[in-house]
């Protein structure tokens, strides 16, 4: 069966920090992966879509940058993080049109 | 530009009721819907979609209708258990892309 795991589960930072945030998938091969930010009290934004290795769709533009070095892996990345940075950080991933998306647990990001 | 809308932020219903859940969406190339449940601090689990082609879809105590003239999608959940309450998030796809785009939420209590 296809797992996805997100690390780390929360994480303080000071502004001006670099980020790195990994997920990796199991189970799958070529997924769709996502990252999607959830603000306080906000719905799910879109953040970096991936269809393949090396390919990166930007929905955002922000302070954020994201890798896929291999087939089941996505890297959320930030050189200087900002306060307006802090959120609830979800991975995920599809399997084409028409199918569902699974997310990861998240990871609580605080930047301080 | 919020694509996809959940005009309620919150919903309260009593166990054993009838619970709701309203979705709004404007791009009409939207051509599959999804719904998913979040409890706090952790990712969104898929509870159901429909694509275009239907008008509605059910598993269990879970059915979805999709309206397309009105570009309305309603999830009703019956009968209501306390272990629904939960925050209710819509999603949507265009056809021939691997994106979902998600409402902000609605936060359902369930009251035993």
């Known amino acids: 069966s296809q797992t996805i795991h997100q690390w780390p589960a929360t994480l303080v930072q000071p502004v001006g920090s670099p980020l790195s945030l990994e997920c990796t998938v199991e189970?799958?091969?070529?997924?769709?992966l996502y990252w999607y930010r959830q603000a306080a009290g906000r719905g799910l934004q879109l953040l970096f879509y991936s269809v393949g290795i090396g390919q990166i769709s930007s929905e955002v533009p922000q302070n954020l940058s994201a890798s896929r070095p291999q087939d089941r892996q996505f890297i959320l990345s930030s050189k200087k993080l900002l306060l307006s940075d802090s959120g609830f950080y979800l991975c995920?991933?599809?399997?084409?049109?028409?199918?569902?998306?699974?997310f990861g647990q998240g990871t609580r990001l605080t930047v301080v | 530009d919020q694509q996809v809308k959940q005009n309620s932020p919150s919903l309260s219903v009593q166990e054993g009721r009838i619970s709701i859940l309203n979705c709004d969406y404007t791009n009409s190339m939207f051509d599959y819907f999804l719904w998913y449940k979040k409890y706090p601090a952790e990712g969104p689990t898929f509870l159901i979609s429909i694509s275009s082609i239907k008008d509605k879809n059910e598993d269990g105590r879970f059915t979805v209708f999709l309206n397309k003239s009105a570009k309305h999608l309603s999830l009703h959940i019956v009968p209501s258990q306390p272990g629904d309450s939960a925050v209710y998030f819509c999603?949507?796809?265009?056809?021939?892309?691997?994106?979902?785009?998600f409402g902000t939420g609605t936060r359902l209590k369930v009251l035993a």
């Open positions: 189970g799958t091969s070529n997924p769709n």
């Open positions: 995920a991933w599809g399997q084409g049109p028409n199918t569902e998306a699974f």
């Open positions: 999603a949507a796809s265009a056809q021939g892309t691997y994106k979902y785009i």
